[in-house]
C-alpha cells in the first residue's frame, strides 16, 4: 500500500533494478523527473553551497513529491547512505531537512545502508534480493559497456538502440519470472555480448575513444553531465564509461587500509574482502562472456585499479570517489582510451584533489594522455564546457590520425630494410 521514491542516477542501470524491488514485494519507483526543473527545485530546498549531485536529487524527490501525484500519507523516499564524510552520507539529512521545510516530515526517509547506521522499520532487505539486485548492475554494466561501443559505428541510425532495448526487456524477464539461476545469468551474458559482437557495424572506421571519470551521478546521470555520452558520440568519439560494479568493490577495499594504517578493526576487513569476493563472483559470468568476445574487454580486479593508482596518490584518500578515480585513469590510458574527462561538481572538493590534482602527474608518466577537467554546476556555462571538450576531442582526432600514420609507415619500412628488398 506504499510507494517508495528513488531518484534517478544511471537510467541503463536502474531500469533494471526497480523490476527487482517490484517482484521482492516493494512498490519502488525509481523517478524519471531528471529534468531542469528538477535542478529548480533542488536550488530551493537545499543550500546553493552544497554540491550539484545534492541539488538533483533533493531536487527530483521534492518536485515528485509536490507534484500532486502520490498519497503523501502512504508514501516513503529511499536513498543510500554509506557512512563516509561526503554527500552519500549527508543525503538523507538533506532529503529530511527539505520535507520539514515543505511541511511533510511525516514521509519516512528509508536509508540503504550496510553498517547498521540507521534503523528502517517496514524495509528488509533479503539474501535474493540483494543477490538479484546484484545481478542487475552487472547486466547493466554489461549493456552499457556493449552498447557505448558498437553504437558511434552502427550502419543503420538508431539500430544499436534497437539492440539495447530488445536485451534490457529480456534481462527483466530473467530477473523477474521466477528463480534467478546462474545457469540463466550465463546465458544471458553470453547472449549479451554475442548479440553485440555479431552486431553490423563500420569495421574500418577507426574514431577516439573518450573515457568518464569523476563524480559518480555526474559521471552516469545524463542530466547532470548534459548528455556527456550522446555529446562525444555527436563530435565523433566513441565513449567509454566505467563500470558501477568496480566502484562498489572499491568503497569494500577502502577497508584494507583502514586496518593496517588507522586502526581499524580485523573483522571489518575481513567481511569486506568477503564481500568484494561475492561481487567478483557475481560478475564473473559477464566477464568470462567479455573474455570469449572479439570487441569486448572483461573488467579489471579492484586490486589491480588500487595498483595503478598508487603510483600517484596514496590509497588513503577515500573521501568522495578518493583513489578510485585516479586509478580509472590510469586503467583507461592502459586500455586504449587515453582521451579522457575528468567530471566533477563544482563544490566537490574531494574529487577536484583526485581529479585534477594528479592529472600533471599523468601527463608526464604517460605522454600521450589528453584529459580535460570539466566542472558541472547548475550555474556552470554549457559553451565553456563545450569549447574545453571540443578542444580535447580535437587533439584525440590528431593523436589518431599520427598513430594511424605511423601503423601504415611501419609495414613500409620493414620491407624496405629486408634482404629481399634489398635484392
Known amino acids: 500500500?506504499?510507494?517508495?521514491?528513488?531518484?534517478?542516477?544511471?537510467?541503463?542501470?536502474?531500469?533494471?533494478?526497480?523490476?527487482?524491488?517490484?517482484?521482492?514485494?516493494?512498490?519502488?519507483?525509481?523517478?524519471?523527473?531528471?529534468?531542469?526543473?528538477?535542478?529548480?527545485?533542488g536550488l530551493k530546498y537545499v543550500n546553493n553551497d552544497a554540491c550539484f549531485p545534492s541539488l538533483i536529487v533533493v531536487g527530483q524527490i521534492m518536485d515528485a513529491i509536490l507534484s500532486g501525484k502520490y498519497d503523501t500519507d502512504r508514501l516513503a523516499v529511499m536513498m543510500t547512505q554509506t557512512g563516509g564524510?561526503?554527500?552519500?552520507?549527508?543525503?538523507?539529512?538533506?532529503?529530511?531537512?527539505?520535507?520539514?521545510?515543505?511541511?511533510?516530515?511525516?514521509?519516512?526517509?528509508?536509508?540503504?545502508?550496510?553498517?547498521?547506521?540507521?534503523?528502517?522499520?517496514?524495509?528488509?532487505?533479503?539474501?535474493?534480493?540483494?543477490?538479484?539486485?546484484?545481478?542487475?548492475?552487472?547486466?547493466?554494466?554489461?549493456?552499457?559497456?556493449?552498447?557505448y561501443r558498437v553504437r558511434p559505428y552502427e550502419l543503420v541510425p538508431g539500430s544499436a538502440n534497437e539492440l539495447h532495448s530488445r536485451l534490457r526487456e529480456k534481462c527483466v524477464r530473467c530477473l523477474t519470472e521466477g528463480r534467478v539461476t546462474r545457469k540463466r545469468i550465463r546465458e544471458l551474458c553470453s547472449e549479451i555480448v554475442r548479440d553485440f559482437d555479431e552486431f553490423p557495424i563500420d569495421e574500418e572506421l577507426k574514431k577516439p575513444r573518450v573515457g568518464i571519470v569523476g563524480e559518480i551521478l555526474v559521471k552516469y546521470m545524463p542530466l547532470a553531465n548534459n548528455n556527456l555520452v550522446d555529446l562525444l558520440e555527436r563530435e565523433g568519439a566513441e565513449a567509454e564509461v566505467p563500470g558501477l560494479m568496480s566502484f562498489l568493490m572499491y568503497g569494500l577495499y577502502n577497508s584494507n587500509y583502514k586496518h593496517e594504517f588507522l586502526g581499524g578493526k580485523l573483522q571489518i576487513k575481513n567481511a569486506s574482502n568477503t564481500g568484494i569476493r561475492l561481487l567478483e563472483w557475481?560478475?564473473?559470468?559477464?566477464?568470462?562472456?567479455?573474455?570469449?568476445?572479439?570487441?569486448?574487454?572483461?573488467?579489471?580486479?579492484?586490486?589491480?585499479?588500487?595498483?595503478?593508482?598508487?603510483?600517484?596518490?596514496?590509497?588513503?584518500?577515500?573521501?568522495?570517489?578518493g583513489w578510485f578515480l585516479t586509478g580509472e585513469m590510469?586503467?583507461?590510458?592502459?586500455?586504449?582510451?587515453?582521451?579522457?574527462?575528468?567530471?566533477?561538481?563544482?563544490?566537490?572538493l574531494p574529487n577536484h584533489v583526485v581529479g585534477k590534482g594528479v592529472i600533471k602527474a599523468l601527463r608526464t608518466s604517460f605522454p600521450q594522455a589528453n584529459i580535460v577537467a570539466v566542472d558541472y554546476d547548475p550555474g556552470a556555462s554549457e559553451?565553456?564546457?563545450?569549447?574545453?571538450?571540443?578542444?580535447?576531442?580535437?587533439?584525440?582526432?590528431?593523436?589518431?590520425?599520427?598513430?594511424?600514420?605511423?601503423?601504415?609507415?611501419?609495414?613500409?619500412?620493414?620491407?624496405e630494410k629486408s634482404p629481399a628488398a634489398a635484392k
Not at 544511471?10 to 533494478?17: G, N, Q
Not at 573474455?291 to 577515500?318: H, M
Request: proline share 7%; with cysteine; charged share 20%.
Open 1 to 41: 500500500r506504499w510507494t517508495i521514491l528513488a531518484p534517478q542516477m544511471s537510467p541503463i542501470h536502474f531500469d533494471l533494478l526497480q523490476p527487482v524491488f517490484n517482484k521482492h514485494g516493494y512498490n519502488v519507483e525509481i523517478l524519471k523527473n531528471d529534468n531542469r526543473t528538477a535542478i529548480d527545485m
Open 85 to 147: 564524510c561526503c554527500r552519500a552520507s549527508n543525503y538523507v539529512a538533506f532529503i529530511r531537512r527539505a520535507l520539514d521545510k515543505a511541511g511533510l516530515s511525516h514521509i519516512p526517509v528509508i536509508s540503504l545502508n550496510a553498517n547498521g547506521m540507521e534503523k528502517n522499520p517496514g524495509f528488509k532487505t533479503t539474501l535474493p534480493m540483494l543477490t538479484d539486485a546484484g545481478y542487475s548492475l552487472v547486466l547493466g554494466d554489461l549493456l552499457m559497456k556493449c552498447l
Open 282 to 321: 557475481l560478475n564473473a559470468p559477464a566477464n568470462d562472456a567479455l573474455r570469449e568476445s572479439r570487441r569486448f574487454e572483461p573488467a579489471l580486479p579492484i586490486s589491480e585499479i588500487a595498483g595503478y593508482a598508487k603510483p600517484y596518490i596514496s590509497i588513503g584518500n577515500q573521501y568522495g570517489e
Open 330 to 348: 590510469v586503467e583507461l590510458i592502459h586500455t586504449g582510451a587515453p582521451n579522457i574527462v575528468c567530471i566533477q561538481p563544482f563544490a566537490c
Open 383 to 415: 559553451v565553456n564546457q563545450l569549447n574545453r571538450i571540443k578542444l580535447m576531442l580535437s587533439a584525440a582526432v590528431k593523436n589518431l590520425e599520427a598513430e594511424s600514420s605511423a601503423k601504415r609507415k611501419a609495414p613500409m619500412l620493414r620491407q
